[in-house]
């Protein structure tokens, strides 16, 4: 039995959420919202604690993102609604990226607002999380506007050159849980250029800006166990603790991680 690192301190109620019965969207039909939309899939048996926010990999949707059927089985058995957020064209446009176009942080506002209104979702109950540039939305999105999630659980994907300063993030970042491979040539652990513009960022200069703005205690480090991966996990932030899982994969997002990550976060199965 695993336990969760972090439930303390994220003082997250455990009663199912009440749905309304009438749902005009879902994970075959788009939630329409300004800027763009969303898919969601809601646990089978109704009892609804919660919503892991995910945004998709390169040239990816949120209509693929569905059939992702593993990552998805195991959000819903952690009691969790999955959504996916569709970006455009398969991409991103957060700051320093190679797709522009849309203002992201506006945009993912709306379809925190739409989950709120339809749903019920507050922040307390959400969680972000995302794959490879997906992964890096979900960064930004925390960094940005982090006060409306209860945490982050994120794989193979951090910021991008240059990166933002500590203060260029909001104090309210949400505890977090990062998983990412030594294997990883599609976006490692220590970067690379993307064409002659572009450059993805070192994933623990990254990982120390986000340590750094949530005034965590670096002194206190300490090791713990997750999914069988030694993770460096950093307690005492302004909300909870900073966890960096380094495997010996490559560039992928597992349901077994996922399972392991969101009972760190307090959301247990």
Not at 108 to 114: E, R, S, Y
Not at 130 to 143: K, N
Not at 219 to 228: C, E, G, H, I, Y
Not at 233 to 240: E, H, N, S, T
Request: hydrophobic share 40%.
């Amino acid at each position: 039995m695993r336990t969760c690192l972090l439930a303390a301190l994220l003082l997250i109620a455990v009663m199912p959420l009440t749905v309304s019965s009438a749902m005009p969207c879902g994970a075959q039909t788009a939630c329409p919202v300004k800027e763009g939309n969303y898919r969601i899939a809601l646990p089978h048996d109704g009892d609804i604690r919660g919503v892991f926010v995910y945004f998709h990999g390169f040239k990816s949707s949120a209509g693929l993102q569905m059939q992702q059927r593993s990552l998805v089985e195991m959000t819903l058995a952690h009691h969790l609604a999955y959504v996916a957020v569709d970006g455009i064209d398969g991409s991103w446009a957060f700051p320093h990226g190679p797709r522009q176009g849309r203002d992201e942080k506006a945009f993912i506002a709306n379809v925190f607002d739409d989950l709120r209104q339809r749903y019920g979702f507050t922040p307390d109950k959400t969680v972000i999380g995302g794959f490879s540039i997906g992964a890096s939305m979900a960064w930004y999105t925390a960094c940005q506007q982090g006060e409306k999630a209860a945490a982050m659980v994120t794989f193979s994907g951090v910021f991008w050159n240059p990166l933002p300063e500590p203060d260029d993030c909001v104090a309210d970042l949400p505890p977090m849980i990062h998983f990412h491979g030594t294997a990883d040539e599609t976006f490692p652990l220590a970067g690379r250029a993307i064409g002659t513009k572009f450059h993805q960022g070192d994933a623990f200069k990254s990982l120390a800006i986000l340590r750094e703005r949530g005034k965590c205690d670096m002194k206190a480090a300490k090791k713990v166990t997750l999914d069988s991966i030694e993770c460096d996990d950093v307690p005492d932030c302004i909300r909870g603790d900073n966890v960096m899982c380094i495997h010996n994969g490559g560039h992928e997002a597992r349901a077994d991680m996922l399972d392991a990550g969101l009972a760190a976060v307090g959301f247990p199965k």
